[in-house]
Structure formats: C-alpha cells, structure tokens
C-alpha cells in the first residue's frame, strides 16, 4: 500500500518564522540579561560571591545559546527541504 505524501510548504514556512522569531526574541531578552548581570557584578555587587554567580550565569548563557543554535540548524535544514520540496512540485507539474 502506497502512502500519500504531504507536505505544506506554506506552514512550514510559517513554523520556521516562528521558530526564528522566538530564537531572536530570545537572544535579544538574553543581551539585555547579560548586560544586567555584567553591571550588577562590575557596579553593585564587589564580593567573591558576584564573581562565582556571574560564572555560573555565563556557562547558563553558553549552553542556552548553544541550544537555540541547534533551533536555527533546524530551521535552515527546514527551509531546504521546502526549496526542494518547491522544486520537486514545480517539475511534476510542467
């Protein structure tokens, strides 16, 4: 039994622009994050303690950023599938 295959390129497309979206809405909130965290160690807070906070914090950020590349990986593997998928249509149909 022979399956149909489906695929909406228009939602895909949609899905990706949110995806990328919620990673640069985040990225921007993460900038913002890390320039309180820089001012509140460097201004407000003298103790070993800030030091050792704000390490920690940087590993935090180091690994979120990581993730949410893996997110854009996705998404630019997303968008290549649907040129070709695009394409694929195109040929069928001429």
Known sequence: ???TLRFNPF???HSN?????FV????AKLDTLKRNVQNLTDVS??????QEFKAEFDEWASKELAWFDEIL???????????EWLETAETLAS
């Not at 807070?45 to 800030?50: C, G, L, S, V």
């Open 1 to 3: 039994m022979a399956g």
């Open 73 to 83: 990986d996705i998404v630019r593997r997303t968008s290549l599938e649907i040129e």
């Open 45 to 50: 807070w003298n103790a070993p303690a800030a």
């Open 17 to 21: 622009e949110l995806q990328k979206g």
């Open 24 to 27: 640069d809405e985040f990225n």
């Open 11 to 13: 939602y895909m497309t």
